[in-house]
């Protein structure tokens, strides 16, 4: 245990939804809890509220905006870091952490603090990209992350920390049962799917998520099981919707208008995986964690997912039964009509928010620890 409490600055574009942002709430919740100081740089967003909440400090600087007028965050970080004595700058984005190693730089040593950066993704692999890896230590989400890193930024591999990534298992148990005013809504809305074999894809309509080869396997399935049918959970990028008005004609061409229901964003998606036979995640580029994967796992719902990126390293865990191969739309298919014969998901699993707030911790207090003793 630190003697005295830290202050940890995490730098991200902004406060809106997605796995990065939902990671910098979850660590700020496990600084306060622990008694220390939790400061976010970011443009406010919809998670902004939930955040100071929690008693951090929200600092609404928009330090993810790709222009030259964000150079002048640099001195504002640098006065930020000083006047509150951060031990620790942690930047979860590129431009981010730029501004913050630039910030840095020109520090003295003896109150600088000490840097953490996050790889979140496969970025494309350049000088730009570079400085996620910059960080005292390196954090990975996965270990699909950490090969990408010592593949590409192999000068990193010594400080690279894999911390994946977790669900809240308070949030998320395996004995959840949806609520019965839930069901009588979704019941009164859906009248046309009693007795349905929901089989689930979680996610935005983007090209890379795989709805196109679900469509695939939902008509496949029905051919035998014709009690399946599809959801599609999860909405279009807004101002980019030409790639949902063709997953609505691959629709029609395979003559599923009764056998696909697009609803659109969710906020019910725990509902929804635990009332469905099976959750699909089928990515066409490995995803760097598969924070979906392992939501539906936990509730105890099947996953049938290709075998690449972290939604493998989570099905090879927890349910390999799930793992297929990556495009075999076919083996998917056979492996959700048998899906009630398999074995049931583990019902516990090292993947958890609470294992990875204190992994996460132990490098901060780590760090911290290692420049007290430089000082002293």
Known sequence: MMERPLTVVQLLPELDVGGVERGTI??????????????????PGRLS????????????WPIGEKRVSSLRYVSQLRALFATEAVDIVHARSRLPAWLGWLALRKMPRSSRPRWVTTVHGPYSVNRYSRIMCSGERVIAISNFIADYINSHYPQSSP????????????????????????????????????????????????????????????????????????LVAGGPHPGKKEFENELHRKVEALGLQDSVSFLGARDDLRELLKISSAAVSITAEPEAFGRTTIEALSLGTPVIGYDHGGTGEILRDIFPYGLVEVGNVQAATDKLLAIEKAPAPAATHPFTVAAMQAATLAVYEELSGDSQREKS
């Open 49 to 60: 509220s939930e955040l100071t909440d929690l008693g951090a400090t929200l600092v609404p």
């Open 159 to 230: 400080r690279v920390t894999v911390i994946p990534r977790g669900v809240d298992r308070r949030l998320y148990p395996y004995d959840f049962e949806p609520s019965a005013r839930w069901l009588k809504r979704w019941r009164e809305q859906h009248t046309r799917l009693a007795q349905k074999k929901l089989i689930t894809i979680p996610g935005r309509l983007t090209r890379w998520k795989g709805h196109e080869d679900f469509l695939t396997i939902i008509a496949l399935a029905r051919q035998q099981q014709p009690a399946i049918h599809g």
């Open 26 to 43: 979850e660590i700020a919740q496990a600084l306060i809890a622990a008694g220390h100081h939790a400061i976010v740089v970011a443009k």
